[in-house]
């Protein structure tokens, strides 16, 4: 598998990432060494084994129904770039 | 002062031979002496350090301190603090200032210790050498031309400067252990889901792990065991008890089996540190270890296993970072003005362009951004770094449709793999020998433009977090190139008594 720099940019798009034409040629080269380096893990056969989601086992349990004190309103907004005094505001999206 | 373990600097408050703001003092003269040159701390607040020293020396002279008073600790700016900068060395987060305390944090608050400032790292974690910061490289203490290692590189060179006694750190691939292994100090990543996750930034979450640093094994035990424990606020964390640390550090047991895997002293490990690392198993074998060869048939597999999961996790986890509900924002005006002209660029080629290339150009026009999703990739693009949009873009690849079974399924069963070798292993010793790392710090900028070169270096570490099991580097000796290395052990889930207790026998071999 080779990864073109159509792939390159077609990713950047899913990532939400916008590259420079240099940068699109870097990150193919990078790409393509490092996955080439994964490729490795083909050598081994793991027909009969499952993936591992969980690497500790443990039981789930459910905390109990209690309300807490969350982040309040005003904590929550602190940190945004744009907001107003109850909401955060992002450019018009709708036509 | 800033040398004296925590027990020591608490025996003598409560003598009389020492006050705690002496302390938190000696700490503040040390990084305005040398922070300009290490790069260790990135923001300090002496202010508020100085006047929880004046109360927790209140509480040592009347007895009801708590079991972190003596500690003057930094925090690896990855982990929230409330009220404190939490950039994790990110443009993105620059200003970002945390609304609440990570639970390690209200932990080692609520036990008394003084925490005087946020260390650096590579930004978000991805790294192995604090060179990827937004701060700029921390320095090796030992020899400035040299890197700290990293991701946790601040974390380790503050305790390797002596400019505090304990810090933490965290470790998703061997960003404690190995910058603890090129900086010459103890650090110790626990089993995953013994220490609560709760307000550390996500790297990668099935792999991520919060521990300390510190100049000694002893200490290392004492932050471990205050921050160790179930949280309600992470349900990946454990309700295995957590253990009496301390007190094994005390009494260390010297008849324990050690795994020693031919995997990790084969090719490409520095000869020196090889034979440096046998010599000190040849004096624990005399002083009543047992050495056991051992195989782990699929360690060579782990660097390739980790890149992918954890790039995968990664790219999902930063998601986040949109520029809408906190970090950068792209400047908005400037934003709709480029997709403004852009529009009309396409406008005038399609009124240009004829057949097929009117068509494509069409298509091109009803797939452009909008606002919204432009103002998400500027804001992204402006606020990460390149190491960070790499991973970002290896993670997004690997879990892209048409690929997803071939690398994230795959790495995802060869981690079961990994696992078994070490559940096997375990039924055996009772810990794992390796070197923390195959070499010690090399020159800074030497490996920066070389990503899967920088990857090959957590080659030792990375098993730990692949298999979800505890691991501590401890000193073992020094490099005639003058750098310090260390000694790992690994040991099973929820066994970090008997890595510490390992640690400790060679920290009793000086």
């Known amino acids: 598998m080779s990864v073109t720099e159509k792939d390159v940019r077609y990713v950047a798009g899913l990532a939400r990432l916008q590259l420079s034409e240099k940068e699109v040629k870097t990150l193919a080269g990078d790409m393509n060494d490092i996955l080439g380096y994964m490729d490795q893990l083909n050598e081994l056969d793991t027909t009969n084994v499952e993936p591992l989601e969980h690497v500790i086992e443990m039981d789930s349990r459910l905390r109990k129904d209690e309300a807490k004190a969350p982040i309040s309103h005003e904590d929550a907004l602190k940190n945004a770039p744009d907001a107003d005094s109850d909401y955060f505001r992002v450019p018009k999206v709708i036509e | ?510």
């Open chain 2, 1 to 510: 002062m800033t040398t004296l373990s925590i027990a020591e600097v608490r025996a003598k408050v409560l003598s009389g031979e020492l006050k705690l703001r002496d302390v938190v003092e000696a700490s503040r003269q040390k990084i305005d002496a040398q922070n300009v040159e290490i790069n260790a701390f990135v923001y300090t607040d002496f202010e508020l350090a100085l006047k929880q020293a004046d109360e927790v020396q209140e509480k040592i002279m009347s007895g009801t301190a708590g079991k972190m008073a003596g500690a003057v600790m930094g925090i690896k700016d990855v982990i929230c603090e409330r009220e404190k900068p939490t950039t994790c060395a990110s443009d993105i987060l620059a200003g970002f200032e945390s609304v609440y305390d990570a639970t390690v944090i209200e932990r080692l608050k609520a036990e008394d210790a003084v925490i005087v400032g946020r260390l650096n790292m590579d930004e978000f974690a991805m790294g192995s050498t604090t060179e990827y910061s937004r701060y700029g490289a921390s320095k090796n203490p030992r020899n400035t031309r040299k890197v700290t290692g990293g991701s946790s590189g601040g974390s380790a060179a503050a305790i390797a400067a002596d400019m505090v006694n304990a810090s933490l750190g965290s470790d998703t691939g061997g960003s404690i252990r190995q910058p603890a292994s090129y900086c010459g100090v103890v650090g110790l990543k626990p089993t995953y889901g013994r220490v609560s996750r709760y307000g550390l930034v996500a790297y990668a979450s099935s792999f991520d792990s919060i521990g300390p640093f510190a100049h000694n094994v002893e200490d290392a035990a004492r932050v471990l065991e205050v921050i160790a424990g179930f949280d309600e606020m992470d349900n990946t964390s454990s309700r295995e008890p957590v253990g009496n640390y301390v007190e094994t550090v005390q009494n260390p047991t010297k008849n324990i089996r050690i795994g020693v895997p031919e995997e990790f002293f084969g090719e490409g490990l520095d000869p020196e540190i090889k034979e440096g690392i046998e010599a000190t198993l040849k004096k624990l074998e005399d002083d009543g270890a047992e050495l056991v060869p051992i195989h782990l048939p699929h360690t060579k597999y782990g660097i390739a296993t980790y890149y992918i999961l954890a790039t995968a996790e990664a790219s999902s986890n930063l998601a986040r970072f949109d520029g809408i509900r906190y970090g950068h924002r792209t400047d908005k005006d400037a934003m709709l003005d480029e997709l403004k002209a852009e529009e009309e660029d396409l406008k005038k080629a399609i009124k240009a362009a004829d057949g097929a290339e009117k068509k494509e150009l069409q298509a091109e026009l009803e797939r452009m951004d909008s606002a919204l999703v432009r103002l998400y990739k500027k804001s992204r693009t402006e606020g990460f770094g390149m190491e960070v949009k790499r991973r970002i873009m290896l993670g997004t690849y690997v879990l892209s449709a048409g690929y997803y079974d071939a690398y994230y399924g795959k790495a995802q069963r060869v981690r079961r793999l990994i696992k078994q070798d070490y559940t096997d292993a375990f039924k055996e010793v009772d810990v794992i020998v390796t070197p923390t790392a195959p070499t010690t710090a090399f020159d800074i900028g030497s490996e920066i433009d070389d990503p899967l070169q920088m990857y090959l270096n957590d080659v030792y570490t990375i098993s730990a977090n692949l298999a979800g099991i505890c691991g501590v580097s401890v000193p073992a000796g020094t490099h005639s190139n003058g750098m310090p290395y260390g000694i790992q052990f690994m040991g099973d889930t929820f066994q970090e008594s008997k890595i510490l207790n390992a640690a400790r026998l060679v920290e009793m071999l000086d």
